[in-house]
């Protein structure tokens, strides 16, 4: 019976999975998003189903890293956790610099294998993947916010093509990582178009406790601002749906090995506050269009996806 026990205990532990997480977070600066906060929020939350090796900042949202450490830790504070915190590149010139994020990556993927989640630029991990190509094999899946099909891309609310800017931040991120043949898994901003983070939700998190309730409070600039633009009641937490993909697994239509490449085509996408180029390189997977690289693809998101969140935050109050 021991034995049994022992082996039990043993498959248990190595099918317990390793995760790094690598953001922008630009919560608590003005009129930036809040969605990195939610992202971590869930994966600490939910830190007893797997084990959380380390987080990393990167430039996007903001290339103040200090503040975004400070913000990071103010969130873990709130919520009783220590992880490690390394900060990354500023910018993307650094994507030849080895900083804390990459060497604290390094350590950790040296100690086995690794689930790495980013929902800002890749420069960190392109980075690491550059420097230490030995250590490719010990990432078991890289899962990044990023991608769209060449074929038929949707558009939210049949309108509005919104902007790819983790893949616009760095294409030499991409690019590195392309040639990486690491496994990676895209999950695209269209495949979120039907899951606004409504005021219906924000009132129903706020009963849970008063994490949430100061979560909410602090969200409400960034909801009012996509009132604004693209005129929605409610704002899509893009990033959160890179961690819940960790957690909820079994809402994401994804598909294996789709061609992957990089694709100068004519800009379709929008932006109330930049204006784009006519044409620039995109991120596409496609099933016909033929490539050198391959990726998973996560094409759509369960519509009872947030409700499922909501479900389980309740549990973890």
Not at 152 to 162: A, T
Not at 221 to 245: A, E, M, Q
Not at 280 to 293: A, G, I, P, R
Not at 303 to 316: A, M, P, R, T
């Amino acid at each position: 019976m021991f034995k049994v026990l022992l082996i039990v205990c043993t498959f248990n532990l190595l099918a317990f999975d390793r995760v790094w997480f690598d953001y922008d977070l630009g919560f608590g600066k003005f009129a930036h998003d809040v969605d990195d906060a939610y992202a971590l929020t869930h994966l600490l939350l939910n830190h007893k189903n797997y084990e959380i090796v380390g987080l990393s900042l990167v430039h996007g949202n903001t290339t103040d890293l200090d503040f975004q450490k400070k913000q990071t830790q103010l969130i873990l504070n709130k919520l009783k956790m220590k992880i490690s915190v390394f900060k990354g590149a500023s910018s993307k010139e650094e994507i030849t610099k080895i900083t804390p994020a990459v060497l604290g990556l390094k350590n950790a993927l040296e100690k086995g294998k690794l689930k790495v989640f980013s929902s800002g630029r890749l420069t960190n991990i392109a980075t690491l993947v550059h420097f230490y190509p030995h250590l490719i094999k010990n990432i078991s899946e890289l899962v990044f916010l990023g991608g769209r099909r060449l074929e038929g891309v949707s558009k939210f609310k049949g309108k509005i093509n919104f902007p790819d800017t983790n893949v616009d931040g760095d294409l030499a991120a991409i690019i590195t990582i392309l040639k990486s043949k690491v496994n990676l898994t895209l999950i695209p901003v269209e495949s979120m178009h039907d899951l606004l983070w409504n005021s219906r939700v924000m009132d129903e998190t706020s009963q849970i406790n008063s994490y949430f309730k100061w979560l909410n409070k602090k969200s409400k600039l960034w909801k009012f601002l996509w009132n604004l633009w693209p005129r929605v009641d409610g704002f899509i937490p893009w990033d959160l749906f890179v961690i819940t993909y960790e957690t909820h697994k079994e809402d994401f239509f994804c598909e294996k090995n789709l061609y992957v490449d990089l694709k100068y085509l004519t800009n379709t996408s929008s932006h109330p506050l930049r204006a784009d180029p006519e044409k620039k390189f995109f991120l596409t997977v496609s099933k016909k269009n033929q490539s050198l690289y391959k990726a998973n693809y996560c094409s759509s998101i369960d519509s009872n996806h947030i409700l499922n969140i909501l479900k389980n935050w309740e549990k973890l109050r």
